[in-house]
């Protein structure tokens, strides 16, 4: 289906489905950026931003309540994590980080079915982004047009929480050197708890303000996580304007891809990251040397 | 004289001997065999004349036996696994219980099988093949389970078939929609009872060209494995021979897409008047609430050729409101069959919802296989396959059946649904309405067709 108007189409398409996975990869590569956690759990931490709003719009009706609590929900989850399991395991070998975050992301799975089921739940888009909105050239849901901008907001204000505040040049020199962070004196452990916290926060506000777009279930997490994999190994590992330029790039390479055969839109996925990890090991922005 | 009398005598005493002898021989027999059943009777002429066999006779001694199932909780098809699972446990619990609806299938039963009680070893497939068949074989090795069943997916199907040829255990698949479980993938050891790709194309394909008129565009959305490929090319063959309607785009999705929004574009932009969802399981409430919110279903006309349990509750909405589906069943079916009407009464009673097509393709499949042991009198896996290949008539719960002995596919009707607008809906489960009932005998292709080689019995 190669034409120009298709072309345009999924190329704004590709944008929007980058934005959502940027967001989502953000909290994933400041997480192992910082502490060197690698959080299988981050997709159950997306779904359980879903669940968290689902639960709170069918109380309160009310969108901007269901992102909040989706939002902060997942944070202090995440903050419970960090100060219950996860510490424990920094200095551990990283297949026994694997496996815990693989175990609490199996148990968050199984905790939500067993409440809610499989059966898929829905959140509606607000009023005011319902309907879908002729772009000229095509017709496009308006909630997925709101949702470009709610992650750009989402994406400026992490930006500057780690690149304008005290805290996030903490951080950042956490990423870079966490040993000596420590050595100066800054109670680096507070910081990881903290960062845990804000990148679980960005996988929950990304599960919630998703949720109107696809509908949620106990295992959405699932095949968001690989994804999101892809576009940290593509953005380079603990780097967020790699994570968003990765997530863009993911969003396009889908999006593209199935113009010309839908069949290897993930293929090229695949492909694409291959050929970073053979050309660039580090990704596109990352740091050789940094873990 | 005496010597005479003496010969005769002792001549006398050895015909009484062995008369006797034989009498007494005769008696002890006799009342050795009415001291065994005659499951056992017939299990040690069995295991006398064959050797041991996959699970069996280890599978059958005791008072128990195990089946295998594994099934979809997790992943794109959890909702249906667990209906199908529903399915099973309750014709588990007619059969190990003697129910009046179990005897109406199968008459010959009377508490168990062959009174034997079934325990089930239930197991999460994901819809992975790897994973069902790593399930099915330690139920084996483990459990010696005398029956493999369970799949939402056709590759588990096909995965599933092979290994119940290789390891010699009875396997009946569970959902399973592709052409080749009982096509180019048929096995000895495999039987289906559900409707698929074909049956379901030739008997929703009259109907659309009705409705719909003929020469129209139409798009294609297609899970990519086997069930997708071939349930998409039975309906576009129909189409285009007998209708001149052209395939504008079909976009193959991989199983648990997390949006649909790329191949909507291009449905969008390919010009299409009809879309044919082949989708299953969230992937097909997914794309379908999807292609709302693009606009696609005020331009073009859905079909789903193969219903999928819960989609219209899922997908919500009125969404499915005047959309034509193929299915194996439907619950107010019950107005026509008095066996749908028992089982779903039973099923109601013990789950609280009306049974879905996963649900009853997983009792009758267990009645029936109830049905074969029975009538075979034995486990053993070749008396029992051959008993299913006599290809007699028995009951369903939506009339009689029978199993083709060429490629192990159940002769069954196939039912055309049409979605019902909320307003049209008399309960909260009065979703679908049945249009037609289409008998099963004119719509399956030649057994060979598509290349069905069943293999060997031992």
């Known amino acids: 289906m190669i034409n120009w108007a298709n072309f345009v189409s999924q190329a704004f398409n590709g944008l929007v489905l980058g934005a959502l996975l940027a967001l989502i990869s953000s909290g994933l590569t400041i997480i192992y950026g910082t502490l060197g956690v690698l959080n299988l759990a981050h997709g159950a931490m997306f779904m359980l931003g879903g669940y968290a709003g689902y639960v709170a719009y069918n109380y309160t009706g009310s969108f901007i309540v269901a992102v909040a609590v989706g939002a902060l929900f997942v944070m202090l989850v995440g903050v419970v994590m960090e100060r219950v399991i996860i510490r424990h395991f920094y200095s551990r070998p990283p297949e026994d980080q694997l496996l815990v975050t693989f175990g609490i992301s199996i148990c968050m799975v199984e905790i939500v079915r067993f409440f809610f089921g499989s059966l898929s739940q829905t959140v509606p888009a607000p009023a005011v982004f319902s309907g879908i909105t002729s772009l000229g050239f095509m017709f496009y849901p308006t909630y997925r047009l709101a949702l470009v901008g709610i992650i750009a907001i989402a994406l400026l204000v992490l930006f500057l929480v780690l690149y304008r505040t005290r805290i996030g040049m903490i951080v950042r020199a956490g990423i870079e050197d966490s040993l000596m962070v420590d050595s100066l004196g800054i109670n680096v452990y507070r910081i990881f708890m903290l960062v845990f916290g804000i990148g679980a926060m960005a996988a929950g506000f990304a599960g919630i303000v998703n949720a109107p777009v696809v509908s949620i279930t106990p295992d959405m997490g699932e095949s968001i996580l690989v994804q999101t994999f892809v576009v940290v190994v593509i953005g380079g590992v603990g780097s967020f304007p790699g994570a968003v330029i990765g997530g863009l790039i993911a969003g396009e390479i889908i999006s593209l891809t199935s113009m010309v055969n839908p069949g290897y839109a993930y293929v090229m996925l695949f492909a694409a990251m291959t050929v970073v990890l053979v050309l660039r090991p580090y990704g596109l922005l990352g740091t050789q040397g940094r873990e | ?458």
Request: net charge positive; hydrophobic share 40%; charged share 20%.
């Open chain 2, 1 to 458: 004289m005496t010597d005479r009398k003496s010969s005769i005598s002792s001549s006398l005493s050895r015909r009484a001997l062995l008369r006797s002898a034989a009498v007494t021989g005769a008696g002890i027999g006799a009342m050795s065999i009415s001291s065994i059943s005659g499951f056992e009777f017939v299990s040690r002429v069995a295991a006398a004349e064959n050797p041991p066999i996959g699970t069996w006779p280890e599978g059958s001694k005791g008072s128990t036996i195990y089946v295998s199932i594994s099934v979809p909780r997790t992943g794109a098809y959890a909702v249906q696994g667990e209906d199908e699972l529903k399915g099973w446990e309750l014709a588990i619990e007619h059969i190990n219980e003697g129910h009046e609806l179990l005897r109406k299938i199968s008459p010959k039963t009377k508490k168990g099988v062959l009174g034997k009680q079934i325990k089930a070893v239930v197991t999460d497939s994901g819809a992975k093949p790897n994973q069902a068949v790593q399930a099915h074989q330690r139920a084996i090795t483990e459990n010696k389970a005398v029956m493999l069943t369970g799949s939402t997916s056709s590759a588990v199907a096909v995965a599933a078939n092979k290994l119940a040829q290789r390891e010699h255990v009875l396997y009946l698949a569970g959902i399973s929609g592709s052409n080749d479980t009982t096509g180019k993938d048929c096995v000895r050891y495999g039987f289906r009872q559900n409707f698929y790709g074909e049956t379901a194309a030739n008997a929703i394909g009259p109907v659309l060209v009705k409705q719909f008129g003929k020469n129209k565009k139409m798009a294609f959305m297609t899970p990519d494995y086997t069930y997708g490929h071939t349930v998409t090319k039975s309906v576009n063959d129909y189409l285009t021979k007998n209708a001149g309607w052209t395939q504008v785009t079909n976009q193959v999705s991989p199983l648990g897409a997390p949006d649909f929004s790329s191949y909507l574009l291009n449905i969008a932009n390919s010009g299409a008047e009809v879309l044919i969802n082949v989708n299953w399981g969230r992937d097909a409430v997914l794309s379908i609430q999807q292609a709302q919110k693009f606009g696609i279903l005020d331009k073009m006309k859905l079909v789903v050729p193969y219903q999928i349990p819960f989609l219209a509750r899922e997908v919500g909405n009125g969404l499915l409101a005047g959309v034509y589906a193929a299915t194996d069943y439907w619950w107010t079916l019950e107005d026509k069959y008095p066996l749908a009407k028992m089982f779903n009464e039973a099923f109601v009673k013990k789950y609280g919802y009306h049974p879905e097509w996963g649900a009853e393709n997983a009792y009758i499949s267990f009645a029936h296989w109830a049905r074969m042991v029975e009538e075979a009198g034995t486990f053993y896996p070749p008396a029992v396959i051959k008993t299913y290949e006599k290809g007699e008539t028995i009951p369903s719960l939506v009339g009689d059946v029978k199993y083709r002995p060429e490629d192990h596919q159940c002769v069954r009707p196939v039912f055309i649904v049409k979605g019902k607008a909320p307003k049209e809906m008399k309960n909260k489960e009065d979703f679908w309405e049945v249009v037609e009932t289409i008998p099963g005998e004119g719509l399956m292709q030649k057994p060979d067709a598509f290349g069905c080689k069943l293999g060997d019995y031992t």
